[in-house]
């Protein structure tokens, strides 16, 4: 099992910044890639950033590519998504995800609250 908790949401006026962090524990041996995901109310849950856990290979969303960046920190277990220039359409619960491959299902954070406002 992977327990994964995320925090750092919160609210911010466009233009701002944020980063979100999610610790990752449990048996991670199975994980091949770590993500964040975002889901705005009546919209589908999107990926918006991953890194590969072998290469820390990184792969963005058109819609955040320049703004957000994601990292990191083996020694500590934990992932961040730092976002910057944030806008109003950013708004979303943002999900720290954990990827097994495509035999496996793979593990959810419970989600934090990222508001921008105008």
């Known amino acids: 099992q992977v327990q994964l908790v995320e925090s750092g949401g919160g609210l911010v006026q466009a233009g701002g910044s944020l980063r979100l962090s999610c610790a990752v524990s449990?048996?991670?041996?199975?994980?091949?890639?770590m993500g964040w995901y975002r889901q705005a109310p009546d919209k589908q849950r999107e990926l918006v950033a991953r890194?590969?856990?072998?290469?820390?290979?990184?792969s963005y969303a058109d819609s955040v590519k320049g703004r957000f960046t994601i990292s990191r920190d083996n020694a500590k277990n934990t992932v961040y998504l730092q976002m910057n220039s944030l806008k109003v359409e950013d708004t979303a619960v943002y999900y720290c995800?954990?990827?097994?491959?495509?035999?496996?299902?793979?593990?959810w954070g419970q989600g934090t609250q990222v508001t921008v406002s105008s």
């Open positions: 890194i590969t856990r072998s290469r820390g290979s990184v």
């Open positions: 995800n954990a990827d097994r491959g495509p035999d496996y299902s793979p593990y």
């Open positions: 449990g048996n991670m041996f199975s994980i091949d890639s």
